[in-house]
């Protein structure tokens, strides 16, 4: 660690202008007037913009998926006419200083008509008031996975679990918050847009299209990013604001968001009510699963996700990686007066997930059951491959009863009975939860098609040999802290057999090769196999030289420990700088025809859902008398196929854990019921802390990829699918004890608190 | 965010300092800034004149006195912690610094700075009722002390006049043993709910009881009536719930978005317990 990183408020433009954004106090109004004479005539200020302003400009941030239904909508760069949200930008001030744009922004004057608001699910399904005029009767999409006939199942199962679990609204919270730098250079037309995107190529487009400017001439650079989580992976309406005020000022325009602003207005996520049924027969097999979902959607959808992206995209995988014949479901993507939901790590699986494993421990607990061998009995086995879900998803392979039996291993299952039954006689309820899943990773075309959220993505990269045989690889994957440069550069290193040190990554312009971004699980997988592909195309060029310098066939030409020779003796052969050196300057040794370019750009899209698996077990304690929740010890399985680097891996796997512990315990936004968010700092808003996250177990299982360069498969998001259901699984296992349980989240100690207040079996506990 | 404009003055002694705050309405000392800096930079705040006490070496001086402990406005809650004569004479108010923010807010804050913001979920306003501290305030008028029962008046909320200053809290030595209890939602929040409990043992006895509540109202709640039912008994379990049923009797108990009022007196009543067992070291 140096402390030597840059990232975009390190920045410094000489000439450089300070935004400042108004933000509407109100979920739903009317705007009768606004006064900014005071604020323009302000010292420092260059400018001062509303909505009226940039109309004209742009039109505002258009989101669309391509479904018969669904219903699009356009949130405006600044507010006119109406505000929609809290948060929602309103008027903009430049000034020469932060401070002076600051003060500023206290002296503009807006008139509100309050309209009436619809603050959450129940008022949206109500329709009486109307959140967004664009979205009739606030539905933006209805979706149906499947529509099986579950009644039967239903009516002859032995067991029925069911519940109706509402997740909480929460932040992705990147302790880095957004910013944006923009600069144009009239003299040659250049846009240049620094900004701490997850996507910059798909940015660099949006913002082509939504300011109607020469793609060819914006450039979007990327500098280190502090944390995304997918919050990054949209294009915000602040990204075009800079822009448009760039362009009209001719001066760089720098936007560094603050962290009221990060939870007013960055997209927020995992707003979620699911009404699930399992129907399980005397046997404990799963027979059938109904599920509603809806998603508290916000006022607008985001781009490029929409509010597809929670309760839609959820019901896919659903039924997860167990035999569940009959799947009946239904989800409502519904606008509210607040702000827009968006990707956050796990994206709509996480929710699903806590309800499909809670309602599997009850069923087990019904049926006396543990909570393996319930999973057990249900798992897709080896035997069953390929097994296709009733969504359409087709299990070719997976590890998920190994994964079982190794986490009861990690977990001592027996011994935690007894432990459990021990602390009980103290007063204290220890609880275990566990989850096993698959994950959609490395979401390309055909993920993304089978997730019905049709869009083509793919990535390039290129990889050129130098004269002097080291390696530069350009891709356009950007990082935020997932050392993604260091995973690239072993992809490159381990292809042409040289050291890590002979490989130079370049990333973070759009100069570089274009893709669609460092979202969704991709990165390992679009990064190994965009040069995994191009590698390959220029060791075909290596191959041909060598085998015409070494009269063999290209076939049996090997690259390795730095050397291009014959494969099986490396003496016959030269290093592979020699064979570069051969390559750019010495045409004599080239055979006829022979195209010397030592450089390759190739694209890379997988011909399938990359689907990795794993799962997640946690062992909580929760505090009687405090009504605390303490998460003691938590245990991860992880199967991502081949592991371009195990700590990169772990590391993945701790923070997402962490953060599941904030989703399920700590972290919530919470609106009063006028749409009024009341967390606006992180002293309300409660991020874990070291102090909250244990220790985390971690095992490793390997089903390489046969449909990615060297066998790679994402597990960005695993964590945040599957931790949330293990933990929330710990808590109601414990609640149980005492005939309690939770389904709304996080499960705070007020949770706690009132469903002890239910308890049917308080006797449980003996007296202290 | 960025401050609003403020003039910003840095005095060397107490009486530039209390001459620089009265007669401006406009004027707040700046201690720590562990508060009022954030509200600044929120813009909920937006004094015109800050008066730094930093410079005033009097302010932050710890004075092992004969008959008190008498603490500097401005002595960190760092340098408090850290102190022999705070853990020898005042050992309840080194365990409730553990509970006060995060080392970087308690390299910075400090006692008086705390006090005189009075936040009704504060630790250090629990402990100075609970051990009957003396507040000194200095104004243009001179020097008046007041007790912190009399102090703390409601939220952010406490007796000090206009243009005066807090210049320094005498703790009095106490002969109960103290013990602090509380729960916040993550080590260092702000409390859900704290106890201060302190009493005597003699002859097996409980004996001067004395019972402070915070983080459930405005101010410091002390609750006589609990102490009382513990006068002359033996510390039990069933004792503690005992006077734990009554001790927020009267009391109108907050509600905010992490606690509503039924669930934090449960949760006062159970620390009141775990606090009384702890002060009178019975083993549960």
Same mark, same amino acid.
């Given at each position: 660690?140096?402390?030597?990183?840059?990232?975009?408020?390190?920045?410094?433009?000489?000439?450089?202008?300070?935004?400042?954004?108004?933000?509407?106090?109100?979920?739903?109004?009317?705007?009768?007037?606004?006064?900014?004479?005071?604020?323009? !005539?302000?010292?420092?200020?260059?400018?001062?913009?509303?909505?009226?302003?940039?109309?004209? @400009?742009?039109?505002?941030?258009?989101?669309?998926?391509?479904?018969?239904?669904?219903?699009?909508?356009?949130?405006?760069?600044?507010?006119?006419?109406?505000?929609?949200?809290?948060?929602?930008?309103?008027?903009?001030?430049?000034?020469?200083?932060?401070?002076?744009?600051?003060?500023?922004?206290?002296?503009?004057?807006?008139?509100?008509?309050?309209?009436?608001?619809?603050?959450?699910?129940?008022?949206?399904?109500?329709? $009486?008031?109307?959140?967004?005029?664009?979205?009739?009767?606030?539905?933006?999409?209805?979706?149906?996975?499947?529509?099986?006939?579950?009644?039967?199942?239903?009516?002859?199962?032995?067991?029925?679990?069911?519940?109706?679990?509402?997740?909480?609204?929460?932040?992705?919270?990147?302790?880095?918050?957004?910013?944006?730098?923009?600069?144009?250079?009239?003299?040659?037309?250049?846009?240049?847009?620094?900004?701490?995107? #997850?996507?910059?190529?798909?940015?660099?487009?949006?913002?082509?299209?939504?300011?109607?400017?020469?793609?060819?001439?914006?450039?979007?650079?990327?500098?280190?990013?502090?944390?995304?989580?997918?919050?990054?992976?949209?294009?915000?309406?602040?990204?075009?604001?800079?822009?448009?005020?760039?362009?009209?000022?001719?001066?760089?325009?720098?936007?560094? $968001?603050?962290?009221?602003?990060?939870?007013?207005?960055?997209?927020?996520?995992?707003?979620?009510?699911?009404?699930?049924?399992?129907?399980?027969?005397?046997?404990? @097999?799963?027979?059938?699963?109904?599920?509603?979902?809806?998603?508290?959607?916000?006022?607008?959808?985001?781009?490029?996700?929409?509010?597809?992206?929670?309760?839609?995209?959820?019901?896919?995988?659903?039924?997860?990686?167990?035999?569940?014949?009959?799947?009946?479901?239904?989800?409502?993507?519904?606008?509210?007066?607040?702000?827009?939901?968006?990707?956050?790590?796990?994206?709509?699986?996480?929710?699903?997930?806590?309800?499909? $494993?809670?309602?599997?421990?009850?069923?087990?607990?019904?049926?006396?059951?543990?909570?393996?061998?319930?999973?057990?009995?249900?798992?897709? =086995?080896?035997?069953?491959?390929?097994?296709?879900?009733?969504?359409?998803?087709?299990?070719?392979?997976?590890?998920?009863?190994?994964?079982?039996?190794?986490?009861?291993?990690?977990?001592?299952? @027996?011994?935690?009975?007894?432990?459990?039954?021990?602390?009980?006689?103290?007063?204290?309820?220890?609880?275990?939860?566990?989850?096993?899943?698959?994950?959609?990773?490395?979401?390309?075309?055909?993920?993304?098609?089978?997730?019905?959220?049709?869009?083509?993505?793919?990535?390039?990269?290129?990889?050129?040999?130098?004269?002097?045989?080291?390696?530069?690889?350009?891709?356009?994957?950007?990082?935020?802290?997932?050392?993604?440069?260091?995973?690239?550069? #072993?992809?490159?290193?381990?292809?042409?057999?040289?050291?890590?040190?002979?490989?130079?990554?370049?990333?973070?312009?759009?100069?570089?090769?274009?893709?669609?971004?460092?979202?969704?699980?991709?990165?390992?997988?679009?990064?190994?196999?965009?040069?995994?592909?191009?590698?390959?195309?220029?060791?075909?060029?290596?191959?041909?030289?060598?085998?015409?310098?070494?009269?063999?066939?290209?076939?049996?030409?090997?690259?390795?420990?730095? @050397?291009?020779?014959?494969?099986?003796?490396?003496?016959?052969?030269?290093?592979?700088?020699?064979?570069?050196?051969?390559?750019?300057?010495?045409?004599?040794?080239?055979?006829?025809?022979?195209?010397?370019?030592?450089?390759?750009?190739?694209?890379?899209?997988?011909?399938?859902?990359?689907?990795?698996?794993?799962?997640?077990?946690?062992?909580?304690?929760?505090?009687?008398?405090?009504?605390?929740?303490?998460?003691?010890?938590?245990?991860?399985?992880?199967?991502?196929?081949?592991?371009?680097?195990?700590?990169?891996?772990?590391? #993945?796997?701790?923070?997402?854990?962490?953060?599941?512990?904030?989703?399920?315990?700590?972290? $919530?936004?919470?609106?009063?019921?006028?749409?009024?968010?009341?967390?606006?700092?992180?002293?309300?808003?409660?991020?874990?802390?070291?102090?909250?996250?244990?220790?985390?177990?971690?095992?490793?299982?390997?089903?390489?990829?046969?449909?990615?360069?060297?066998?790679?498969?994402?597990?960005?998001?695993?964590?945040?699918?599957?931790?949330?259901?293990?933990?929330?699984?710990?808590?109601?296992?414990?609640?149980?004890?005492?005939?309690?349980?939770?389904?709304?989240?996080?499960?705070?100690?007020?949770?706690?608190?009132?469903?002890?207040?239910?308890?049917?079996?308080? =006797?449980?506990?003996? !007296?202290? | 965010?960025?401050?609003?404009?403020?003039?910003?003055?840095?005095?060397?002694?107490?009486?530039?300092?209390?001459?620089?705050?009265?007669?401006?309405?406009?004027?707040?000392?700046?201690?720590?800034?562990?508060?009022?800096?954030?509200?600044?930079?929120?813009?909920?705040?937006?004094?015109?004149?800050?008066?730094?006490?930093?410079?005033?070496?009097?302010?932050?001086?710890?004075?092992?006195?004969?008959? *008190?402990?008498?603490?500097?406005?401005?002595?960190?809650?760092?340098?408090?912690?850290?102190?022999?004569?705070?853990?020898?004479?005042?050992?309840?108010?080194?365990?409730?610094?553990?509970?006060?923010?995060?080392?970087?807010?308690?390299?910075?804050?400090?006692?008086?700075?705390?006090?005189?913001?009075?936040?009704?979920?504060?630790?250090?306003?629990?402990?100075?009722?609970?051990?009957?501290?003396?507040? *000194?305030?200095?104004?243009?008028?001179?020097?008046?002390?007041?007790?912190?029962?009399?102090?703390?008046?409601?939220?952010?909320? *406490?007796?000090?006049?206009?243009?005066?200053?807090?210049?320094?809290?005498?703790?009095?030595?106490?002969?109960?043993?103290?013990?602090?209890?509380?729960? +916040?939602?993550?080590?260092?929040?702000?409390?859900?709910?704290?106890?201060?409990?302190?009493?005597?043992?003699?002859?097996?006895?409980?004996?001067?009881?004395?019972?402070?509540?915070?983080?459930?109202?405005?101010?410091?709640?002390? +609750?006589? +009536?609990?102490?009382?039912?513990?006068?002359?008994? *033996?510390?039990?379990?069933?004792?503690?719930?005992?006077?734990?049923?009554?001790?927020?009797?009267?009391?109108?108990?907050? +509600?905010?978005?992490?606690?509503?009022?039924?669930?934090?007196?449960?949760?006062?009543?159970?620390?009141?317990?775990?606090?009384?067992?702890?002060?009178?070291?019975?083993?549960?």
């Amino acid at each position: 660690m140096s402390g030597r990183a840059a990232y975009i408020a390190d920045l410094a433009f000489p000439d450089v202008l300070h935004v400042s954004i108004l933000r509407s106090p109100f979920a739903h109004a009317r705007i009768t007037a606004i006064d900014v004479s005071a604020a323009r !005539a302000h010292g420092g200020v260059v400018q001062v913009w509303t909505g009226a302003d940039v109309l004209p @400009r742009c039109g505002g941030v258009m989101a669309r998926m391509e479904l018969p239904g669904f219903v699009p909508t356009v949130q405006p760069i600044l507010a006119h006419d109406i505000v929609r949200f809290v948060g929602e930008a309103v008027a903009v001030v430049v000034a020469t200083s932060q401070a002076a744009a600051e003060d500023a922004l206290e002296l503009i004057d807006v008139d509100y008509d309050e309209l009436p608001v619809v603050a959450d699910i129940a008022s949206a399904v109500a329709a $009486e008031v109307i959140a967004n005029e664009a979205v009739p009767a606030n539905l933006v999409y209805r979706g149906h996975r499947c529509q099986d006939d579950v009644d039967n199942d239903f009516a002859r199962a032995a067991c029925v679990a069911q519940g109706r679990f509402s997740n909480n609204r929460v932040s992705a919270t990147p302790m880095e918050p957004r910013g944006c730098i923009a600069s144009h250079e009239w003299t040659s037309g250049q846009l240049t847009v620094w900004s701490a995107t #997850q996507m910059p190529s798909f940015l660099k487009t949006m913002l082509a299209i939504h300011l109607a400017f020469p793609e060819q001439r914006i450039e979007v650079i990327t500098p280190q990013v502090g944390g995304g989580f997918g919050q990054k992976a949209h294009v915000h309406p602040e990204e075009i604001l800079v822009c448009l005020l760039a362009i009209e000022l001719g001066r760089p325009i720098r936007w560094i $968001e603050d962290r009221r602003e990060n939870l007013l207005s960055a997209t927020h996520a995992k707003h979620q009510i699911n009404e699930m049924a399992i129907a399980v027969d005397a046997d404990g @097999r799963f027979l059938a699963m109904r599920n509603r979902s809806s998603t508290d959607g916000g006022a607008y959808n985001s781009l490029p996700w929409t509010h597809l992206v929670e309760s839609h995209v959820g019901a896919s995988t659903l039924t997860g990686p167990y035999r569940i014949a009959n799947f009946n479901d239904e989800s409502l993507s519904l606008v509210t007066n607040k702000c827009p939901i968006g990707a956050y790590r796990g994206v709509g699986w996480s929710a699903g997930h806590i309800a499909r $494993e809670t309602l599997i421990d009850r069923a087990g607990r019904e049926l006396g059951l543990s909570p393996f061998e319930i999973r057990r009995r249900n798992l897709v =086995d080896q035997s069953d491959y390929p097994f296709t879900t009733p969504t359409g998803l087709v299990i070719r392979e997976g590890t998920f009863v190994q994964t079982l039996d190794r986490l009861e291993q990690m977990v001592d299952y @027996r011994s935690f009975r007894e432990r459990q039954t021990a602390a009980l006689a103290k007063g204290k309820l220890l609880g275990l939860g566990l989850c096993v899943f698959n994950e959609v990773s490395g979401v390309g075309t055909r993920a993304l098609s089978f997730l019905h959220t049709p869009v083509t993505t793919h990535d390039t990269a290129t990889v050129r040999v130098e004269p002097t045989g080291k390696i530069t690889v350009t891709t356009p994957l950007v990082a935020a802290g997932q050392g993604h440069l260091t995973t690239f550069a #072993q992809v490159a290193a381990d292809a042409f057999g040289v050291p890590l040190d002979d490989v130079t990554v370049l990333a973070g312009t759009t100069r570089n090769a274009h893709g669609f971004g460092t979202v969704a699980s991709r990165g390992a997988v679009f990064g190994a196999g965009t040069i995994g592909r191009a590698a390959e195309a220029v060791k075909v060029k290596i191959r041909q030289l060598a085998a015409h310098l070494l009269q063999t066939g290209a076939e049996r030409i090997t690259l390795s420990e730095g @050397r291009v020779h014959v494969t099986g003796s490396p003496e016959q052969g030269m290093p592979l700088a020699d064979l570069a050196g051969a390559a750019y300057f010495a045409d004599a040794t080239h055979p006829p025809e022979f195209d010397p370019a030592l450089e390759a750009t190739a694209a890379f899209d997988p011909a399938d859902v990359v689907l990795a698996n794993g799962g997640h077990a946690a062992i909580v304690e929760i505090d009687l008398e405090t009504c605390l929740v303490r998460v003691d010890q938590m245990f991860a399985v992880e199967d991502c196929g081949k592991m371009i680097n195990p700590m990169i891996v772990e590391g #993945q796997i701790r923070g997402g854990i962490a953060q599941a512990i904030g989703m399920t315990l700590l972290e $919530e936004l919470v609106h009063d019921g006028e749409g009024q968010l009341v967390t606006t700092t992180l002293m309300d808003y409660l991020l874990p802390t070291s102090v909250d996250v244990p220790d985390v177990q971690i095992a490793h299982l390997e089903t390489p990829s046969d449909l990615v360069p060297g066998g790679v498969k994402g597990m960005g998001e695993s964590a945040m699918i599957s931790a949330p259901a293990a933990i929330i699984g710990a808590v109601n296992d414990a609640l149980a004890l005492v005939g309690a349980s939770v389904e709304s989240f996080p499960a705070s100690p007020q949770r706690i608190f009132d469903a002890l207040q239910r308890a049917s079996k308080v =006797d449980a506990v003996p !007296a202290l | 965010m960025k401050f609003p404009d403020f003039s910003y003055a840095r005095p060397a002694t107490i009486s530039e300092a209390i001459k620089l705050l009265s007669g401006n309405d406009d004027a707040r000392p700046l201690a720590g800034g562990q508060s009022l800096l954030p509200m600044m930079a929120l813009r909920m705040a937006s004094p015109g004149l800050l008066v730094d006490l930093g410079l005033i070496e009097e302010l932050a001086v710890i004075a092992d006195g004969d008959a *008190t402990l008498r603490i500097g406005a401005m002595v960190t809650h760092d340098t408090t912690a850290r102190s022999e004569a705070v853990a020898r004479r005042t050992p309840l108010l080194r365990q409730a610094l553990h509970h006060v923010a995060h080392q970087a807010v308690r390299n910075r804050g400090t006692l008086g700075g705390s006090l005189a913001n009075a936040d009704g979920s504060a630790e250090m306003p629990v402990v100075a009722v609970a051990l009957d501290a003396v507040m *000194t305030l200095q104004g243009p008028d001179g020097v008046r002390r007041i007790r912190a029962d009399e102090f703390f008046q409601g939220h952010y909320t *406490t007796a000090i006049g206009e243009g005066e200053l807090l210049t320094c809290i005498d703790f009095p030595d106490s002969a109960r043993s103290w013990a602090f209890e509380e729960v +916040s939602r993550r080590p260092g929040d702000f409390a859900l709910a704290m106890v201060a409990a302190g009493l005597q043992i003699a002859n097996g006895k409980c004996l001067n009881a004395s019972l402070v509540i915070g983080g459930v109202s405005d101010r410091p709640i002390r +609750s006589e +009536s609990a102490a009382a039912v513990l006068d002359g008994r *033996t510390l039990d379990r069933a004792v503690a719930t005992e006077a734990a049923q009554i001790a927020l009797d009267g009391v109108r108990v907050r +509600s905010d978005i992490h606690a509503d009022a039924r669930f934090r007196t449960e949760l006062a009543k159970n620390l009141v317990v775990r606090a009384l067992l702890r002060a009178g070291g019975a083993n549960d």
